[in-house]
Every structure is written in C-alpha cells, then in structure tokens.
C-alpha cells in the first residue's frame, strides 16, 4: 500500500538548520511531482513547496523562498526538504504529499518541527 | 501569494445541507479549474474530497459536491452526518504556486 513517512523534524533554534526526509512506498516514486505542505499549531494549510516528478521544476512560496530548498532522489524513493534561517513562524507539523489536488494526491502523517530558543 | 477566503465556521444539523465558500482572485481560482477541498479531522492528516472543481476521489461519498463560479468555489455537503465535523480547506492552483484557504470548521448541531 502507499505510504509516506516523514522524518528529521524537532526542536531547532532560530537561526538553525534541519533537514526533513520523507520515505515513499508502494508507488512509483519517480511518476509524480510531490509537494511539501505545513501546518503551524491550530491554523491552517500553508503550501510551501513543489517538485517535478524529474525534479526539473521547482516552486516555493515567497515564506521560505531563499530558505528552503526542495529535492528528491528517485532512486532512493525520498523526498527532502532543506530548510535554513529558521524562524519561529516556521513552527508547523510539515506534510509530505504525492500529486496533491488529483485523483491519486495522498499525504504523510506530517512531523513537526519547532522553533524556539 | 494570499490566502483564498473561506468562512471560519458553519453548522448544520444531521440531514441538513450546508455549502462552503472559497473565494480567491482572478489568478486563481477564476483562472484554473484545479479546485481541490479537503477534510481534516483533529490529529488527522487532510483527506481529498474534491479535486478539479467537482470530480469526487474513489471511495468519498455523493454527499459531497464541488462547483465554481468566477473567482468562487464551493463546497457542498448535503445529508449532514457527524462523521462529517471537521475543519474543510479548500485548495488552488495558482501557477508557479499553490494556495490554500484559512480553513471552515464545520460543526454538526
């Protein structure tokens, strides 16, 4: 069955570093685009960032542009998310998602990522 | 990138129907027919209800039902059941981007 599984989240200090990952199975990584997505405690779905199913083409949304970077290894099946400069507004739980808004858009169960000093 | 406008909340009882807006722009919504609404439960992760305006996912029920019209989406739910309590977020294209709306919670009387 599909799965998505995201890692590499916890507690990292303003300014910090950290790297997301999210393991994908039971479908053919390399067919879709993929698409990070967040969510800060008790508010809203806040797209942050898009991938090709190639990688070729790469989008992010003007709150992380500069900051973040997206990208994926096929041939490891993942799916990473570099995120820099953290700032307390980036305190969310951070969703990883196949394909989002068609017939085979599937999700993770997200981790979550606090910043604090 | 702003985010698309939906009410906070709204309510019904069981067996009602009640409809949720999604108001975006011109670059938006009104330019793509790549609506999506989606379903969260608490802790949950969201669940698709709707994709490209008005197509229904396998497995999600007739109840629910998707239309455009300008810059404005919408969100049906008829037959209101408990099961379906839960924040509604509804979700556009935008071209080098996606944008979300703030979210509905929708509860049952």
């Known amino acids: 069955q599909v799965q998505l599984v995201e890692s590499g989240g916890g507690l990292v200090k303003p300014g910090g570093s950290l790297r997301l990952s999210c393991a994908a199975s039971?479908?053919?990584?390399?067919?879709?685009?993929m698409s990070w997505i967040r969510q800060a405690p008790g508010k809203g779905l806040e797209w942050v960032s898009y991938?090709?199913?190639?990688?070729?083409?790469?989008y992010y949304a003007d709150s992380v542009k500069g900051r973040f970077t997206i990208s994926r290894d096929n041939a490891k099946n993942s799916l990473y998310l570099q995120m820099n400069s953290l700032r307390a507004e980036d305190t969310a739980v951070y969703y990883c998602?196949?394909?989002?808004?068609?017939?085979?858009?599937?999700w993770g169960q997200g981790t979550l990522v606090t910043v604090s000093s | 990138q702003s985010a698309l406008t939906q009410p906070a909340s709204v309510s019904g009882s069981p067996g009602q129907s009640i409809t949720i807006s999604c108001t975006g722009t011109s670059s938006d919504v009104g330019s793509y027919n790549l609506v999506s609404w989606y379903q969260q439960h608490p802790g949950k992760a969201p669940k698709l209800m709707i994709y490209e305006v008005s197509k229904r996912p396998s497995g999600v029920s007739n109840r629910f039902s998707g239309s455009k019209s300008g810059n404005t989406a919408s969100l049906t739910i008829s037959g209101l059941q408990a099961e379906d309590e839960a924040d509604y977020y509804c979700?556009?294209?935008?071209?080098?981007?996606?944008?979300f709306g703030g979210g509905t919670k929708l509860t049952v009387l």
């Open positions: 991938i090709s199913s190639s990688g070729s083409t790469i």
């Open positions: 998602a196949r394909d989002i808004g068609s017939p085979d858009d599937y």
């Open positions: 979700c556009s294209y935008a071209g080098r981007h996606v944008v």
């Open positions: 039971g479908f053919t990584f390399s067919d879709y685009y």
